[in-house]
């Protein structure tokens, strides 16, 4: 006897459901960058944002902070950088890795992109009612911090509280 199929909907999943509304989102905000005349996608942003915030990050603050692994942060660094919006120190700590830091060019454009960004999100979550969006936010960091803290765990087990 064989075992039935189990079945799953995938509308009904909240990490598939995630999932489609992050490339939504991505998609959206690189559309919004190229009408705007500027060529960046949604990862070379959240890069970028975080190397203006905080110049002199390194490639593994931003891997971390990003989520991605390193190889993918050296390409959209590669790319930023031929943009000349960001440029790379040596780190005078530690000869084996770099300092992030926007260009002149970079910081005389972000304004500009913060604001075609901000003008994107607003577009996105102005159907919600007052205070869901921080509810909303809210689910999504504690989903986050549970999905991190199950990665962490043995065959990503069970979890209390």
Not at 64 to 90: A, H, M, S, W, Y
């Amino acid at each position: 006897m064989t075992a039935a199929p189990l079945s799953i909907d995938p509308e009904a999943s909240p990490g598939f459901l995630m999932a489609k509304t992050v490339n939504i989102l991505k998609a959206g905000l690189r559309r919004t960058f190229l009408a705007a005349g500027h060529d960046l996608t949604a990862e070379q942003w959240g890069v970028f944002l975080f190397v203006c915030r905080e110049p002199g990050l390194t490639q593994s603050d931003l891997a971390e902070r990003t989520f991605k692994d390193k190889p993918t942060i050296t390409r959209i660094l590669d790319r930023l950088e031929k943009k000349n919006l960001l440029g790379r120190r040596p780190n005078v700590l530690d000869r084996r890795s770099f300092t992030i830091y926007p260009t002149r060019v970079g910081l005389e454009l972000y304004p500009e992109l913060a604001e075609a960004a901000r003008s994107y999100s607003s577009l996105v979550l102005g159907g919600l009612r007052p205070g869901e969006v921080d509810t909303l936010l809210d689910l999504i960091s504690r989903i986050a911090s549970r999905g991190r803290a199950a990665a962490k765990t043995r065959g990503g087990g069970a979890l209390t509280g």
